[in-house]
């Protein structure tokens, strides 16, 4: 049966001509072990919301997937996605992507990634095995991963979180084949991963990964363990049986056609290419169907179960009835009392209105709880053992942090969101990337915005983050001017199903600028906040905390008889996607200055050839907020003069 693995394999890659053959080979007798004896899921319904969840980190190896989702029976991955691997249009992508198949649990490639996603996935579990009992909810979580995978600095964070939460449910399966493309591992490693597992609190095994008995015995002990587990899999990569040698072309580079023959040879494989026996395709059918009955069982025990209604609406990720009845409440307190706070401290606010209203909202921040402001008072946090609260202490983990919330997505059941400074997005931005490209709702809440954080300095004073982070294709990026703007932001964060959301938040206090409890004019990302009292001479267009700069300089001018407008631009990503009549009549013909303390990258978008941009053309500096926007020159002054000079230029 592994050797079907090892074919299927090495014809995928002759025929796409590229591809990575070894760790499939290699891992073939491993993998045979976990998806025919323990793995719990069933091909027929690949998406049953109580299978274990597979996660192969090296994505690398991503036809050892493959092979295993065609073998087992599944649909959607035929022979002719095996030929066409890593061709345009296949589902067999380089490495496996999520959304292109079912049975594909999350996108790897980035080496590290997965193991980290799979901690989400495994913490995932336990809350909602304590929200709706072991009899809804009692699945494991298996990651196979490389020497890479666990050299990445990513990997100790999630170790480090998985081990300290003693997730007992999660094995790693580690291709312990001691080879990296540059050559043997000892050139660039040489740590004791199984001490430095053991340490941070996980169960250890070290075994032959060419013996199933033994790859079996250590599966079993995992499953009974107390802990997170990691067995090493000594294996030879390009394993081929039974000469107990690995195959040239083994460490990245496809195999040639007279290597991939010579393979096959080694194997004592005589089958055409992509050609596996009826006795073998049998073996895996069987395979494929193992769980069959355990899921007919769990769907009786779902029909039955009290919870079943609100059971099935959050796996299948839709907000509950009423859930937006608190923070409507919270928008009319916003127009009556016009509160003068920090955006970090509206959405707090916002957040005591939807945590109670939203039970699958899991919370948490990267040990910035107070400055974050994302935890809501009586909401527990998740212990070791103890996995009923709904906020997580991820600790200065935030590489660990972002990847685990996409594993909690990506599993289903929990709207993940948590905190950290916006700076520090420079540290989860892969993860990131990763939520965006597999449309998963999880959403970041990134204080400390910007210059106007004060004394922490230019370390601390992300200038250039906001437009890192707006040039990543599906990420809506919010930076609200108020307290209104931060609850409608918070609204517009959590119905978005298809991506992540970031929340960036000031540190200093903003003034109630919209007073409307209506329509949600952060919707359509950018609105015309105060028009101007006759024909517009000039637009202030402004985010965030630098709206109130732009409502001000429109009073200078208005006073002198030029009339001005302000558009307040709170996601970039909503407005662009408006229609081009609602984007020209909103930003006007009239001159624009943009206002923002960042860098201008990305404002000629929205102010023109002939647009005028206040913000930073450098790193900040370390004085109190007021002191600095004044030394920087991001003032009201600074934009009315700014629009002053180009009403006479273009008079």
Known sequence: MADAIRALAIDAVEAAKSGHPGMPMGMADVATVLWTRFLKFDAADPRWPDRDRFVLSAGHGSMLLYALIHLTGHAGMGIEDLKQFRQLHSVAAGHPEYGEHPAIETTTGPLGQGLATAVGMALAERHLAARFGRSLVDHRTWVIASDGDLMEGISHEAASLAGHMKLSKLT?????????????????????QLKRFAAYGWAVKRVDGHDPDAVAAACAQAVRASKPTLIACRTIIGFSAPTKAGTAGSHGSPLGGAEAAAAKAALGWTHAPFEVPEDLRALWATAGARSS???????????????????????QGRLPDGWTDSLNALRASIAENKPNQGSRISSQKALEALVPAVPEMIGGSADLTGSNNTNVKGIPAMKPGDYAGRFVHWGIRE???????NGMALHGGIIPYSGTFLIFADYLRPALRLAALMQQRVIHVLTHDSIGLGEDGPTHQPVETLASLRCIPNVSVFRPADAMETAECWDLALRRNDGPSVLALSRQNLPTLSTETGENRCARGGYVLAEASGPRRATFIATGSEVQLAMAARDMLEAEGLPAAVVSLPCWELFAAQDPAYREATLGSAPRIGIEAAVSFGWDRWLGPEGAFIGMTGFGASAPAEQLYRHFGITAEAAAQAARKRITTNA
């Open 172 to 192: 790693v399966l580690w291709d312990d084949n001691g080879i990296s493309i540059d050559g043997d591992l000892s050139i660039s490693s040489s740590e004791d």
């Open 293 to 315: 009955g355990p899921r007919r069982s769990w769907l009786k025990r779902l029909a039955k179960h009290p919870q079943k209604g609100e059971f099935d609406r959050a796996i």
């Open 399 to 405: 590489h660990g942090m972002a990847a685990a919330m």
